[in-house]
């Protein structure tokens, strides 16, 4: 078990950032100059990496109309044979990333892919969550020997354990895994968020979200829950449309996103108590005991004349009860701190 993994130059796991990818998936509209439009709009953004889904529709389904592959007016096949990305795409669009010195990776959907994504030098891949129970597909991906991140959708707990001995049995010893919820999109109230930390105490590995949940809020709750990997669609222009446009974040979102999680990672912290820095010089507006009346020698304290109020310049407000009813030792006058010479011994 690892508790963490490595990507290209980056650490991924406790103690560092979360790792965030833009998954292009096919809301480039089947246009090669959109992609690299959103790979260069990803980096602008901060991401760490960019993901693309390695397909044919031949290596997901079967040419079919019978009822078992009728989406509604139209075949899968059909389907996601408008939803691929070209392979001949890859090596461009990879260069371009590395060259704005992002990580590009992709989700295999059948054997070929693996082999095609091998002769790239992959730095990683990425199981889908539909492609979690191929056993087939995983055990490929094992033996690349590379990083593997993979969504749990729909699974259950079995499922998820078998995917990962799968992995580790074929030599896969660096694996994530993400909390997903594969609607479109997701209900907030189905994601159950708390499973993220779940996951890494379970199997040992980095833990995160491939969230498909409307806007932004979501993936910042994770890294709050400490998620080291969040994966968003990405989309120059929800308006042009698509399949995934919905719930694919426009760069100005994801930039967004990546600054607010950061900050959250930053607000994290440690277990700490007492002041920080910036509030030591703030202790000085506490509160603290005062004589708020003009007092003569001799004369008694009392809740009249001896108050809990800012700053903190008199005895701690502990002493209070303490000093009631005893008797001035001189003449105090109104605003002076308590302090104990005051007290007649």
């Known amino acids: 078990m690892n508790t ?3 990507i290209g130059n980056r650490r991924i796991g406790p103690g560092e950032p979360a790792y965030i990818i833009a998954e292009l998936s096919g809301n480039h509209h089947s246009d090669k100059d959109i992609a690299l439009q959103m790979v260069e709009a990803a980096a602008a953004a901060g991401v760490d990496a960019v993901k693309l889904q390695t397909f044919t529709a031949d290596g997901i389904t079967v040419e079919s109309d019978k009822e078992y592959f009728d989406l509604g007016g139209i075949t899968m096949y059909e389907a996601y044979k408008n939803f691929e990305t070209p392979r001949e795409w890859t090596a461009d669009l990879k260069a371009r990333a590395n060259g704005l010195g992002l990580t590009l990776f ?14 790239l030098n992959m730095p990683a891949y990425k199981i889908a969550s539909f492609e979690l129970v191929d056993m ?37 010893d660096q694996i994530a895994l ?19 930390p779940r996951l890494a105490e379970l199997y040992g590995c980095p833990s995160g979200l491939s969230d498909h949940t409307l806007g932004i809020t979501l993936p910042i709750a994770a890294a709050a829950l400490g998620a080291n990997v969040i994966e968003k669609h990405f989309i120059l222009d929800r308006s042009a449309g698509g399949p995934e446009s919905s719930f694919a974040l426009e760069p ?4 967004q996103l ?20 910036r509030e030591a010089e703030n202790l000085k507006f506490r509160r603290s005991l005062f004589v708020v009346e003009d007092i003569k020698a001799g004369e008694a304290f009392t809740e009249q004349n001896v108050r809990s109020v800012r700053p903190s310049n008199g005895l701690h407000t502990r002493h209070y ?3 009631l009813g005893k ?19």
């Open 321 to 323: 009860d303490e000093i």
């Open 327 to 345: 008797t001035a030792a001189v003449d105090i006058e109104k605003g002076t701190p308590m302090a104990w010479d005051l007290i007649k011994r």
């Open 178 to 196: 993400l909390k997903c919820t594969s609607s479109y999109p997701a209900p907030p109230e189905e994601m159950n968020l708390n499973t993220i």
């Open 106 to 119: 992709s989700s295999p959907f059948d054997v070929s892919a693996v082999d095609f994504l091998q002769k």
């Open 252 to 255: 100005d979102e994801l930039k």
């Open 258 to 277: 990546v600054e607010s999680v950061r900050m959250v990672e930053k607000s994290l912290g440690k277990v700490h108590f007492g002041p920080e820095e």
């Open 4 to 6: 963490t993994i490595t």
């Open 136 to 172: 087939t597909l995983l055990k490929a991906v094992a033996k690349t020997g590379k990083p593997v991140i993979m969504s749990t959708g729909m699974a259950t707990q079995a499922e998820i354990e078998e995917a990962v001995q799968m992995m580790r049995s074929n030599g896969c």
